[in-house]
């Protein structure tokens, strides 16, 4: 949807993500950067969205990172080369970035012990509301796979639109040490807040 040159993506009636609100989706990446450092390393991204969170990936990592980028819906990929293209920026023609048109379920349990990095967005939380299956990705065994995929010292960064205690708990049973950051949804409002889990695979 668009007004004027304000643009929404949403499910039914439900937002997904808006160009006016992009603060918490760059703390996703901002935070995890903070924790690993912008050494390099090999990031995966699920759900490319508007690209705020690849962008602000893509700053605060070195020239030496790859970024793999998973988005399932292939509108969304047009989207980013078309309307939002100037919203997008230059991230998905940046070196370091490969994008995949896959579930990033299927790139997570194909690729045991490959990430330094786990960013999700592709939900509104740990549940799967654009697709049922994405269930797999916050359950118990979807998370032992996260754990699996990522190199010792890895983080998973899940985001979230509000806390959720169970999930938590979840990570901390898949073998997690767990960090849970509120984060506002903008620089201005500061009553409404996203949740960010950072979840630490030890070293």
């Keep these: ?5 304000d643009f929404s ?20 990446a901002t935070l995890t950067c903070e924790r690993l450092g912008s050494s390099g390393g090999r990031w995966l991204i699920g759900g490319l ?28 990929v047009a ?7 100037h919203i997008i920026g230059g991230s998905l023609g940046d070196p370091r970035v ?6 990033v379920h299927d790139v997570i349990v194909r690729a045991p012990d490959s990430f330094d990095a786990i960013l999700l967005d592709v939900d509104n939380g740990p549940d799967g509301l654009i697709q049922l299956a994405n269930d797999r990705l916050y359950c118990n065994w979807g998370l032992r796979a996260a754990h699996a995929a ?5 983080v998973l960064a899940v985001w979230s639109s509000y806390p959720d205690a169970d999930f938590r708990e979840r990570l901390h049973r898949a073998g997690f040490a767990v960090e849970e950051v509120t984060i506002p949804t903008d620089a201005y409002e500061r009553d409404v807040r996203h949740t960010i889990w950072l ?3 030890p070293a």
């Design 150 to 154: 990522l190199r010792p010292g890895g």
């Design 79 to 85: 989207w980013a080369m078309g309307p939002l293209a």
């Design 1 to 5: 949807m668009r007004r004027g040159s």
């Design 98 to 103: 490969s994008l995949e048109v896959a579930d």
């Design 199 to 201: 979840a630490s695979k």
């Design 49 to 76: 969205g508007m690209g705020f969170t690849l962008g602000a990936a893509l700053a605060a990592l070195n020239p030496a990172a790859e970024v793999v980028v998973a988005e399932l819906v292939p509108k969304v």
């Design 9 to 28: 993506i949403c499910y039914g009636d439900e937002e997904l993500m808006g160009s006016m609100v992009r603060h918490s989706e760059q703390a996703l």
